[in-house]
């Protein structure tokens, strides 16, 4: 007991702050994903982060269960086609939201487990440089609810 409890705070202590410092920073707005015919095994999570702090943050990963392989991508015009690429990290910048959206930035789902059906949700955690694990509930749309069929032709970057 004497030994136990010094030990606990410590860890409380090391733990708290990181809880505290980071997750306010971070808003993670509407994320969302396609539905996926059964055929399909890849799939993508969209969504806007918005960074209402004053520091520069990056997102830098993303985990869950709903696929085995977690990516961020991005589409690059190469030799005349929209590629994907895969991305180390997102730039989420206070007062320039980022927005994941399809045919541009966005959370790859390599390796499906199951089918992504719409209305259903399944949930990502988020990693940012600063702001550290934020958890986000991943909505689940119909095929063609979105603008799914829009081209557009922005960088995925503004310039500063
Ligand atoms: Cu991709």
Redo the contacts with the bound molecule.
């Keep these: 007991m004497n030994i136990k409890l010094p030990a606990l705070s410590l860890l409380l202590a090391l733990s708290a702050p990181v809880f505290a410092a980071g997750t306010a920073t971070i808003k993670v707005e509407e994320p969302w994903a396609r539905e996926s015919p059964p055929t399909v095994t ?1 799939g ?1 999570a969209y969504m806007t982060l918005v960074n209402t702090g004053k520091e520069a943050d990056r997102l830098v990963g993303a985990s869950g269960d709903v696929s085995a392989t977690i ?1 961020l ?1 991005t589409h690059r015009m190469e030799d005349g086609m929209m590629k ?1 690429r895969p991305i180390k990290a997102i730039d989420v910048n206070p007062g320039e939201p980022a927005t994941l959206k399809p045919g541009g930035l ?1 959370i ?1 789902l390599i390796g499906l487990k199951k089918p992504l059906v719409a209305g259903e949700n399944f949930p990502l955690r988020l990693r940012f440089e600063k702001a550290g694990e934020i958890p986000v509930d991943v909505k689940v749309r119909k095929m063609g609810s979105e603008e799914g069929a829009t081209h557009s032709p922005h960088q995925d970057h503004k310039a500063r």
């Design positions: 890849n993508g990516e991508h994907m966005h790859m």
